[in-house]
């Protein structure tokens, strides 16, 4: 059994807990921590864990815990990642690896010195089927050449607090990740607009947001991103290829016939929208720390990912486009 340590009791932490503990072959769970120390017990006691720790390096060191789920604030992020690459400890991070690119090159020069990889970075829709077969067809060349991707990521809403920055960072995050994941391409140059202002927009961020990306090969890239749509949770995406495109499915929802009209209802919260997707995403990767084989995810995609959402923020209100320069990719990240 694989000893997990969880650091972060919030929704998404809760979740992966019991997802862990009830659902995944080999995992159990035996800490867990979090900076506000009444959820690590209500989670503890939810889900009989042994072990609460006040911190999470102190879970981190712990002889209890073989490998870590990190799923607290996003700014807490990348000091935890170094710790376990300390450690020798394998980790799966929720996204996004780091806040900025430089803290993820920090990650990868440790990951660098030890030789290994440790890190998985939580881009669950690598593990979305529709996802996956999406990619399949579109690296099985039937379509032709892949040409450009238009996509979407509309929220219903966001906590306080969110940023237009954030946007991008937090949220767009997934598209920046998925999209050269399904081209098997880089990010060239990148630019992030505003456009007229919905009147849902009330927190004070950019929504909708509009990104706009150019790839190595000159595909090209637009992704809509809406922090509070007014109407639910809604993910687009098609790849536009030569002979043909190829779309996302919408999650599975039984449609109403009545009244002259049809009806299909659409998910209004996020948690719901990818469940397989983590419930794939957790197996794999506790079977890959078991049989220390194969690679989800790692630091170089967490780093590539925060290359463009730095460039693309750094564009805002410029009205130019922006380089999206990454360094060179370290032999350890080959299948990246
Ligand atoms: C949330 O943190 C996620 O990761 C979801 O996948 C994303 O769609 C949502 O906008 C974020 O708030």
Redesign the pocket.
């Known amino acids: 059994m694989l000893k997990i340590g969880v650091i972060g009791c919030g929704a998404?932490g809760r979740d992966h807990i019991r997802r862990l503990r009830d659902l995944v072959p080999g995992a159990t769970v035996t800490a867990c921590s979090d900076y506000f120390r009444e959820s690590a017990k209500l989670a503890a006691k939810q889900y009989d864990i042994p072990h609460i720790y006040d911190t999470g390096e102190a879970l981190i060191e712990s002889a209890e815990v073989d490998a870590v789920l990190i799923a607290s604030s996003d700014a807490s992020h990348a000091e935890y990642v170094l710790a376990c690459i300390k450690q020798g400890k394998p980790v799966l991070c929720?996204?996004p690896l780091a806040q900025t690119s430089a803290d993820c090159e920090k990650i990868i020069k440790a990951e660098l010195a030890g030789g290994k990889r440790l890190v998985q970075v939580?881009f669950?829709?690598r593990y979305d089927p529709g996802y996956r077969e999406m990619k399949r067809i579109v690296l099985s060349g039937e379509l032709g050449n892949p040409l450009m991707i238009h996509a979407a990521?509309r929220?219903m809403q966001?906590?306080d607090g969110?940023t237009s920055e954030m946007g991008i960072s937090?949220?767009a995050?997934?598209e920046l990740d998925i999209c050269r994941w399904l081209l098997g391409d880089e990010y060239k140059n990148g630019q992030v607009l505003k456009v007229r202002q919905s009147s849902y927009s009330v927190k004070g961020y950019d929504n909708p947001q509009i990104v706009l990306l150019e790839t190595d090969l000159g595909c090209r890239i637009d992704v809509e991103v809406q922090?509070s749509d007014g109407y639910g949770?809604d993910?687009q995406c098609q790849v536009v290829c030569e002979k043909g495109t190829v779309h996302l499915p919408d999650p599975y929802a039984v449609i109403t016939r009545s009244g002259a009209g049809r009806t299909v209802p659409i998910l209004t919260d996020?948690?719901q929208?990818?469940i397989q997707a983590y419930d794939i995403e957790l197996t794999e990767w506790v079977q890959a720390v078991e049989n220390n084989a194969g690679h989800g995810p790692g630091a170089w995609d967490g780093y590539a990912a925060c290359v463009a959402a730095d460039a693309l923020n750094r564009s805002r209100n410029t009205g130019s486009f922006m380089e999206i320069q990454m360094m060179t990719k370290p032999a350890l990240y080959a299948d990246s």
Do not use: D, V
């Open positions: 998404i929720e996204k939580g669950m829709r990521h929220n966001q906590p969110l937090n949220i995050i997934h922090l949770y993910i996020w948690s929208r990818f």
